[in-house]
């Protein structure tokens, strides 16, 4: 069985899929409320493959919200992920996705020390972040929406947003290792982790905000954003393609201009319906088919029954891995949203 602990991207939207999903109790209360709500199982999947095979898997709510982080509420925040997992492996799920923020909490307060949660002692190992597979959909994205929109790879200036993340690391080692790209800029706030990832990958420029868009002819935004930046469309070149990874989006603007391509990053499109209820409150324009490719990296080990940590800890993703995790994404019938 397989498993995906997830978040809403907001209070609004946390009060309103409370409401459709049948928990009135939550809809009208505030962010103290759900900081006080315990992890819960809220949907019940199935998954075919193209191959045949059928696997079953669940969804935990993991309660937590954005901006636990926006308002300090450090504690409760590690809290909610480290509940979540012990509430996933109590049910005996074999491998569960960390989605959304849930990995960036995990890695960034070293949850790895705690590992017992009241009678449960957490095993690792039923556990991926999914960012391999994340990371290998956007670079995917890149390659197979440029050439759509008429931007040519060799001659592109491409921006990773939030570089030296995880996905976002992995996203520029594909880049560099695996396309013609020439026109690297890096960009995060921290300038020495940036300077790290400039001599390992051996090229990049490293860019502000800022500077780099207006040069840029492909964004890819990867950011740990708890909120979207607010960005007006003058800024962009023209064409220009915008491959929002984040979650919640790093664009809170709707961009709405002919010559700017915006694409859902980090999201796959399944060849056969899942039966499911959970992608509808996040949004998804084909809910029945549409997907975090984090959630689609624990269904690939599932499928595989390759019980492992797939994707775990920080900026160890090779390109290696992400072909073996494409690999997997192809066999069952996942593929790239297309611009
Ligand atoms: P990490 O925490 O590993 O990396 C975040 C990166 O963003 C770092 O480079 C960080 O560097 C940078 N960053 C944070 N804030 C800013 C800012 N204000 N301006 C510029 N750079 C910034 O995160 P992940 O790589 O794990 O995840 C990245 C995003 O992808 C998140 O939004 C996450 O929710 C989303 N995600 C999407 C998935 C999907 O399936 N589509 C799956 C998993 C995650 P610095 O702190 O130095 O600025």
Redesign the pocket.
């Known amino acids: 069985m397989f498993g995906l602990i997830g978040h809403l991207t907001s209070l609004k939207h946390a009060q309103l899929v409370a409401r459709e999903l049948g928990y009135p109790e939550y809809a009208d209360q505030g962010l103290d409320f759900w900081c006080s709500a315990p992890p819960q199982i809220v949907d019940s999947i199935t998954v075919a493959s193209i191959t045949g095979q059928k696997i079953e898997g669940c969804y935990v709510e993991s309660c937590f919200l954005p901006e636990m982080l926006a308002n300090r509420r450090i504690k409760t925040a590690t809290r909610k992920i480290l509940n979540a997992m012990a509430h996933a492996q109590k049910h005996n799920i074999d491998i569960t996705a960390l989605?959304?923020?849930s990995?960036?909490i995990f890695?960034?307060f070293n949850l790895e020390q705690f590992r017992q949660v009241r009678n449960i002692e957490l095993e690792f190992e039923r556990f991926t972040?999914?960012?391999t597979h994340?990371a290998y959909i956007i670079c995917q994205q890149v390659e197979q929406a440029s050439q759509k929109v008429g931007i040519d790879l060799p001659e592109a200036t491409v921006a990773v947003?939030?570089?030296?993340?995880?996905?976002?690391s992995a996203v520029c080692r594909w880049l560099v290792q695996k396309t013609d790209v020439r026109n690297l800029f890096l960009?995060?706030?921290?300038q020495d982790?940036l300077q790290e990832l400039r001599t390992e990958l051996g090229c990049g420029k490293i860019m502000s905000?800022e500077a780099a868009l207006p040069l840029s002819d492909i964004v890819v935004w990867?950011?740990?954003?708890p909120r979207g930046l607010e960005i007006e469309s003058q800024i962009f070149r023209k064409p220009c393609l915008l491959i929002d990874?984040?979650?919640p989006k790093?664009l809170a603007t709707k961009i709405q201009h002919p010559d700017i391509y915006v694409l859902n990053?980090?999201?796959v499109e399944h060849s056969l319906d899942i039966e499911w209820k959970i992608m509808q409150v996040v949004n998804m324009d084909v809910p029945a088919r549409q997907l975090?490719?984090?959630?689609a990296e624990s269904m690939l080990l599932e499928f595989e029954r390759l019980y492992t940590n797939f994707s775990w800890g920080?900026n160890q993703i090779t390109v290696e891995k992400m072909e073996q995790i494409g690999h997997l994404s192809i066999k069952h019938g996942f593929r790239p949203l297309p611009v």
Do not use: P
């Not at 960009?187 to 921290?190: C, D, F, K, P, V």
């Open positions: 989605g959304g923020f990995s960036i890695e960034n972040t999914g960012n994340t947003c939030g570089a030296t993340g995880d996905i976002g960009i995060a706030r921290n982790r905000l990867v950011a740990s954003m990874g984040g979650y790093n990053g980090g999201i975090f490719a984090c959630f920080r």
